[in-house]
């Protein structure tokens, strides 16, 4: 029988980064729950130190850093060592670039991103010494997940095999749908949505977006947080703020 004193009780967002493309303006997001019992929990870990974005015929492509995914936990207390559980939302550049650096973390991902990566799909080989860690490090999951109590991971593929969504049950925001980068934009969460160039399997995506909007009506969900929204991010409570 679970207890209250598991629950998520802070929700923090921290944007590490923002990736000029052409007139867009693209937040770069980590976040950490923070529950009853004293676990720190950080979803994705940002992009490497230099990284470099591809280049993209006309449109002018560059990345602003901000304070990292480590400097911004330092702001409230939380030291690499004391993240308990890294929850790895999959393996691109901009959210798996510092994994390695929570050594006492054990990194939870859907197994078949973490088989996929490891078949050497290109998309991953630039992160690839930071998600090619000991196996005893990782715990693999197969679809949809209560990982704690008020913590469901979401299976969602489409932008990439084994991508996963995350659903956060706080005390007075009630639920919270990080979206990642199944919806990156609130635009496209419509059941006729586009699909992005970075969408590797479009049909998959589509279905992943039609599973999350029935989700956030069967959950009441009060509040959808989109992966690379940016004026949708500027709207956010940001670290050192929280949400309860």
Known sequence: MTTSTSNPQRLYLMQVATMIIGPLE?????????????????????????????????????????????????????????????????????????????????????????????????????????????????????????LLPGIDLIETSGHVPGHQAILVHLPETGPVLLAIDAVAMQAHFNPDRAVGPMDLDGASTIASTHKLLELVEKKHVNLVIFGHDGPQWSTLKQLPEYFA
């Open 26 to 146: 693209v937040p770069v997001p980590c976040y950490l729950i923070q529950t009853n019992n004293g676990k720190n929990i950080l979803i994705d870990s940002g992009l490497p130190p230099a990284a470099q974005l591809p280049e993209s015929g006309a449109n002018q492509q560059r990345i602003e850093y901000k304070k990292n995914v480590i400097e911004q936990l330092a702001m409230i207390g939380v030291q690499p060592d004391d993240i308990d559980i890294l929850i790895c939302t999959h393996y691109d550049l901009d959210h798996a670039g510092n994994n390695s650096a929570f050594p006492k973390a054990q990194l939870v991902t859907q197994r078949m991103q973490h088989e996929v990566a490891l078949a050497g799909h290109p998309r991953f080989i630039s992160t690839r010494s930071q998600w090619d860690l000991p196996a005893t490090r990782y715990q693999l999951i197969d679809g949809d997940l209560e």
